[in-house]
T-cell receptor, first 115, second 115 residues
Framework: NAGVTQTPKFRVLKTGQSMTLLCAQD?????MYWYRQDPGMGLRLIHY???????AKGEVPDGYNVSRLKKQNFLLGLESAAPSQTSVYFC??????????????FGPGTRLTVT | AQSVAQPEDQVNVAEGNPLTVKCTYS??????LFWYVQYPNRGLQFLLK??????LVKGSYGFEAEFNKSQTSFHLKKPSALVSDSALYFC?????????????FGKGTKLSVIP
């Protein structure tokens, strides 16, 4: 199993450009999450999904959109990138059904720089 | 609202000595508690969790943590530190309430084990 994978690993954008980050998991998890990590801030939840076709806002959703068209994929979009969105982005997934283990499994991260 | 405090930005310990990384939490109900570790340029790896039962939980790589409800703490410990334990450690909390899936992370504590 590859677990949680993220594409791309690195990206540099100019202010105003758009991009999509892709997260894929092969563990058949219902729940998926997008976080951003900034120095001294820990991880903050951007958006999450509790199943295919559903999404919900987290702590810092402004400037981001998400889609969950397939159970195994969770996309994070930036429509008009701003320097404040320079960060490391992590995707995670979890299983919440019978026999759940509660913990989330994380991808390797995408380092995004907006100039 | 739920929150996590990790009062120390950095902890230095000599190799072979015991280590403690502190965590206190706040939730409206009863908590699920987690510790994750992050090595440089990597994603977060699950270390251990408290869900229910014994207040002392054991996890990966010889780490353990004690849930203390009266002090709302979940400190991470290891009897004998290794240089390879040097990393960034995150404590996280989740409310047990139904429909509550979100993890809230602390800001992280950088552990440096000195040879």
């Amino acid at each position: 199993n590859a677990g949680v994978t993220q594409t791309p690993k690195f990206r540099v954008l100019k202010t105003g450009q758009s991009m999509t980050l892709l997260c894929a998991q092969d563990m058949n998890h219902e729940y998926m999450y997008w976080y951003r990590q900034d120095p001294g801030m820990g991880l903050r939840l951007i958006h999450y999904s509790v199943g295919e076709g559903t999404t919900a806002k987290g702590e810092v959703p402004d400037g981001y959109n998400v889609s969950r068209l397939k159970k195994q994929n969770f996309l994070l979009g930036l429509e008009s990138a701003a320097p404040s969105q320079t960060s490391v982005y992590f995707c995670a997934s979890s299983y919440e059904g019978s026999g759940t283990r509660y913990e989330q499994y994380f991808g390797p991260g995408t380092r995004l720089t907006v100039t | 609202a739920q929150s996590v405090a990790q009062p120390e930005d950095q902890v230095n310990v000599a190799e072979g000595n015991p280590l403690t990384v502190k965590c206190t939490y706040s939730v409206s109900g009863n908590p699920y508690l987690f510790w994750y570790v992050q090595y440089p340029n990597r994603g977060l790896q699950f270390l251990l969790k408290y869900i229910t039962g014994d207040n002392l939980v054991k996890g990966s790589y010889g780490f353990e943590a004690e849930f203390n409800k009266s002090q709302t703490s979940f400190h991470l410990k290891k009897p004998s530190a290794l240089v390879s334990d040097s990393a960034l450690y995150f404590c996280a909390v989740r409310d047990r309430g139904a429909g509550s899936y979100q993890l809230t992370f602390g800001k992280g504590t950088k552990l440096s084990v000195i040879p």
